[in-house]
């Protein structure tokens, strides 16, 4: 079972233009006298380099070992808020600042009415892919 590329593909396409919506609905309540910047001219408006910049910022949002932890648990299923703070030791306030992380890199969803968390597409794919290694370094390893 490996990875599929499109799957994760338009996880991140998803959520860049999340994203890009949410950076519209902001631009739109800012005020400036200065003429609006051209994005063709800007470096940033490449879309190449800002699902890079996407994709590396999901890689160090997952790259802790205490959010990975919890990214490797929500691929059971969604997990209500409570089992993650046993599960971690740690209190409520501190599991929601590290799920706001993995919301903010696209990782994870949370679930306000019924006070859990579960991962995206991306999510889901990062964790496979992350597990599939381990389990490819885990066959080749000498015995």
């Not at 990214?71 to 971690?88: F, I, K, Y």
């Not at 679930?111 to 992350?130: I, N």
Request: with cysteine.
């Amino acid at each position: 079972m490996g990875v599929d590329p499109a799957v994760l593909g338009r996880a991140l396409a998803a959520r860049l233009a999340a994203i890009a919506a949410a950076a519209a609905r902001y631009d739109a309540f800012a005020f400036t006298e200065r003429p609006a910047p051209d994005p063709a001219a800007d470096a940033a408006g490449d879309p190449a380099l800002v699902v890079r910049d996407l994709a590396l910022a999901a890689l160090r949002a997952a790259g802790d070992p205490l959010s990975y932890a919890l990214l490797r648990r929500m691929a059971g299923g969604d997990a209500p808020l409570a089992d993650l703070c046993v599960e971690t030791g740690l209190p409520r306030l501190a599991v929601w600042e590290r799920l706001n992380g993995l919301v903010a890199a696209g990782l994870v969803g949370r679930r306000h009415e019924d006070d859990s968390a579960g991962l995206t597409p991306a999510g889901a794919a990062l964790v496979e892919l992350v597990e599939g290694a381990v389990a490819a370094a885990s066959d080749d390893a000498p015995k």
